[in-house]
């Protein structure tokens, strides 16, 4: 934890599972409330942030002033990307999740905040032009905040997991650079044969790409709307085929090991056992801890950046991967996603925990979308998933028999 610098009581907005409040916490932050709905997230806040307040509704506005704690000077949303992301609907603020930062900024509107964080996925600054991104920063100048924005990859920070989410930090005091814009180091972009290194992909996939990862998963996912698990799959350098067990998954994302694994839910969001299969949703769709505690810390310190201005954007003109707004003029500045390069361990070591065999059913599916696919693979990979396959053909012929054996019995 931080020993000197300043400290900010948080509002968590969307508070998820509670990741990104979990990593400012370890730079010296400290959570004062929490507003979710989702009942198995709204467990897990109860249970691993005891004494702070969960709200259940962000579209209860004068609810939420009445909790809000008067010494709160941070807000933070990681709103839902479902409506953004490339993997979603990509409805923008015409979807029903995504749009709920509206109501993010109603509240700011009625309680200004000094300071405030926002998350998402960087196809925000690109779907429909630009548009919804360009509402947002034109919202928060219209109340007086500057703002700066910048992708981040987790991988910078020794997580074997490719992860790229924008945040954008806006204040009404001194200058936001010094929150995002400390550091910009070179992306490891090493490749590995196949019996290097294990390799993450997306099983899911295989006509039109398959998130390919080299000695890393790609990012991990939320998962079906009907709960349906969505690990993504990894090559093994022996040639095995698994899927990570949950809580590997909970660590690739910066939480301890059985952060989400709870017995029951909270009494006033239902009760009842707790669905154990939504623990994927809850991790996937979490704020990656590591990247929230270098956040903490930087805006603990907030030293000021050693950067020329950037260069001034044109009315219209797409948003970079990084900028800023002055005051007056909104200015693009050339940061790459890799704040510091943090030793990774390789996937294959940083798991803990036994994976499960990608199933036949799986496999098949897959490898019948790879052999009619035009894409390019690694050398050697479409001969592994093949190899994986005959040897789940072979266990399932193998296991039939005594099954056939132990019923007629």
Same mark, same amino acid.
């Given at each position: 934890m931080s020993k000197v610098g300043v400290f900010h009581d948080v509002t968590g907005l969307f508070g998820g599972i509670g990741g990104l409040e979990l990593g400012l916490g370890r730079a010296g932050h400290r959570?004062?409330?929490f507003c979710e709905c989702d009942a198995?997230?709204?467990?897990?806040?109860?249970?691993?942030?005891?004494?702070v307040p969960v709200a259940l509704d962000v579209r209860e506005t004068d609810a939420l002033l009445e909790t809000i704690s008067p010494t709160s000077d941070l807000l933070t949303a990681g709103f839902p990307c479902t409506d953004?992301?490339?993997?979603?609907t990509t409805k923008g603020f015409d979807g029903g999740r995504s749009?709920?930062?509206?109501d993010t900024l109603r509240l700011l509107e009625r309680r200004r905040f000094e300071n405030v964080l926002l998350e998402n996925v960087p196809n925000w600054r690109q779907l429909h032009k630009g548009a919804y991104m360009r509402w947002v920063v034109e919202a928060l100048e219209a109340m007086g905040y500057r703002w700066a924005y910048r992708t981040i990859d987790a991988r910078a920070f020794g997580l074997p997991q490719r992860r790229l989410r924008l945040f954008l930090f806006a204040t009404l005091t001194g200058d936001p650079r010094e929150a995002l814009f400390h550091g910009n180091e070179a992306p490891d972009d090493r490749a590995f044969a196949l019996h290097e290194a294990a390799h993450g992909f997306y099983w899911t996939e295989g006509k039109t790409g398959i998130g390919w990862g080299e000695s890393c998963v790609p990012t991990l996912k939320g998962g079906s709307a009907l709960s349906i698990p969505s690990p993504p799959a990894i090559l093994m350098g022996d040639g095995q085929v698994i899927t990570p067990e949950i809580r590997d998954c909970?660590?690739?994302q910066g939480f301890?090991?059985?952060?989400?694994?709870?017995p029951e839910r909270n009494a006033d969001v239902g009760g009842g056992p707790f669905k154990q299969r939504r623990r994927w949703l809850l991790a996937g769709n979490a704020v990656n801890v590591e990247v929230a505690h270098w956040l903490g810390e930087r805006l603990s310190a907030r030293v000021a950046v050693d950067l020329?201005?950037?260069? +001034?954007? #044109? /009315?219209g003109a797409a948003w970079p991967a990084a900028a800023w707004f002055d005051g007056s003029k909104r200015r693009s500045v050339p940061l790459g996603t890799w704040p510091v390069a943090r030793t990774s361990r390789p996937l294959a070591d940083f798991l803990r925990f036994p994976g499960a065999p990608l199933s036949l059913r799986a496999t098949n599916g897959f490898y019948k979308r790879i052999m009619a696919s035009s894409l390019r693979f690694k050398p050697g990979f479409v001969h592994a998933i093949g190899a994986h396959l005959s040897r789940m +053909?072979? #266990? /399932?012929?193998?296991v039939a028999p005594r099954e056939l054996l132990s019923d007629a019995a």
């Open positions: 959570a004062t409330m198995e997230a709204v467990s897990v806040l109860r249970s691993r942030f005891a004494d953004f992301s490339q993997a979603g749009s709920l930062i509206i909970e660590r690739l301890p090991a059985g952060w989400t694994d709870l020329d201005a950037g260069t +001034e954007l #044109n /009315a +053909e072979r #266990n /399932a012929s193998d």
